[in-house]
């Protein structure tokens, strides 16, 4: 017997109802839904292919092939979006299936599609969004089913909306300032490789032909063309074999957690990296607890969200010091201070050659959650604003985290100039002090 979806009015309450109901025909479909009290205002027969899964290849009606997940712009912009139609009144429902129709084909048009048939089933929105975790992750759906529960959908689409913006912002700040530095040091690398493979070897032909004894400086300039002639092609081999190497390293739990921490106590980047943590976990832990998610699950999903190991550990041993009773930021104060890592000093010991592991032996204690953080978070659990203060702290790194990224380009500016200039420099003097020798000679 076909299955037909209806929408319709309860004649008694005035509610809008969305369910199925089974009858050999529409007419006979329409009869049954009167005889419940309703009023119909929609109905369609739900095709037994589309039910099943069917479609093109297997795939639903209205799908398309997709491959990843959904990009932050997209999904910001949609739930902006949903936000305006929600404060308009429109039915749930009726918001996606309009959103859905806007998308472009793609993962988040599939994954609306799918959310909407959900709904259809009688699923709640947190419950559809849970099913397609490739467009809505675990912090999106939390927020949602806290706004569900406490009947203000549209201020947690709004709010969730804006921490997404300035996320997306802050991102956005830290990508563009870091482009012009990494131009430059690719550019300056191929000029460095074109003169060390093309020019310099036709100046070694010209000092073979005098027969003299080069100066040592001038030697140097020729073994290095040589290498970089001969074995050209480890240029882009080297930065993506040492990428591999810190990937397989980071599959290992441990491994992972050092590199983390390296990363943290990086000389010049480091404290970059870890502001933007610091306000990326602020922001999301002050959403969350403004939405009215209980502070344990807040405290999870801000772990999960966080991306260092270092501060997953951190959420996690706050969590488990507030199930025994304590506050939050005695634990955060407590566990904030890293553990030795051999990794870490390892990461150091290389990359920074001759120093590295007594800078990480003398750097490493320090806590990556300061004084500021801690004292705010207290006066907000005094206070009872603990949400509030969370939002000002994530404010304070975020000016931090810009001004920082300015200071870092306006820094990396002349150290390139200085390092380019003497390379070239380099060069320059090394190829014509045997030119000068022969003139001196010859005269």
């Known amino acids: ?25 529409e007419a006979e479909a329409q009869a049954t839904i009167r005889s419940m009290g309703y009023m119909v205002t929609k109905l369609k027969a739900r095709k037994a292919k589309a039910a099943a899964g069917g479609g093109k290849g297997g795939r639903k009606p209205g799908r398309s092939f997709a491959i990843g997940g959904v990009s932050t712009k997209e999904l910001t912009m949609f739930t ?84 997404m913006e300035r996320s997306q912002a802050l991102k956005r700040k830290v990508k563009g300032a870091m482009v012009y530095p990494i131009v430059v040091v690719m550019v300056a690398v191929g000029i460095l490789a074109f003169i060390m493979i093309s020019i310099v070897p036709q100046f070694k032909k010209i000092f073979d032909d005098f027969g003299s004894e080069l100066p040592p400086m001038t030697q140097t300039l020729i073994n290095v063309s040589n290498l970089t002639a001969n074995y050209w092609y480890l240029i882009p081999l080297i930065p993506i074999g040492i990428s591999l190497i810190i990937r397989a390293i980071k599959l290992i739990p441990y491994g992972r957690f050092g590199w983390d921490l390296f990363t943290l106590k990086m000389v010049i980047f480091g404290q970059l990296v870890e502001k933007n943590i610091l306000s990326r976990a602020a922001r999301t832990l002050g959403t969350l607890l403004a939405s009215g998610v209980p502070i344990l699950e807040a405290l999870n999903i801000t772990k999960e969200t966080s991306g260092n190991m270092m501060f997953e550990r951190l959420f996690q041993k706050t969590s488990d010091s507030i199930r025994d009773g304590e506050s939050i930021s005695k634990p955060l104060k407590v566990h904030s201070i890293p553990p030795f890592n051999v990794v870490a000093l390892l990461f150091w ?53 810009a001004v ?6 306006s820094l990396m500016e002349p150290l390139l100039i200085i390092f380019l200039g003497g390379a070239v420099g380099f060069i320059v003097v090394a190829l014509f002090m045997p030119l000068i020798k022969l003139i001196n000679d010859l005269s």
Request: with cysteine; glycine share 8%.
């Open 80 to 163: 902006r979006q949903l936000s305006i139609l929600q404060d308009a009144g429109l039915p749930i429902l009726r918001s996606l299936k309009i959103l859905a129709d806007m998308q472009k084909p793609g993962r988040l048009k599939n994954s609306l599609l799918d959310v909407c048939d959900e709904i259809e089933g009688g699923a709640t929105l947190s419950e559809a969004f849970s099913k397609s975790p490739k467009a809505f992750d675990r912090l999106y759906c939390n927020m949602i089913r806290a706004g569900e529960a406490g009947g203000a959908l549209e201020v947690i689409l709004r709010r969730l909306a804006e921490f």
């Open 349 to 401: 010991t290389a990359f920074v050659p001759g120093v590295g592991a007594l800078l990480y032996l003398t750097r490493y204690k320090k806590p990556v959650v300061d004084s500021l953080v801690v004292n705010m978070v207290d006066v907000g659990e005094e206070s009872g604003e603990l949400d509030t203060m969370l939002y000002k702290v994530a404010d304070v790194y975020d000016e931090e985290v």
């Open 404 to 409: 920082l990224t300015e200071s870092l380009t």
């Open 1 to 25: 017997m076909p299955t037909f979806q209806f929408e319709a009015i309860d004649a008694a309450t005035g509610k809008e109802i969305r369910d199925t109901v089974d009858a050999a025909n």
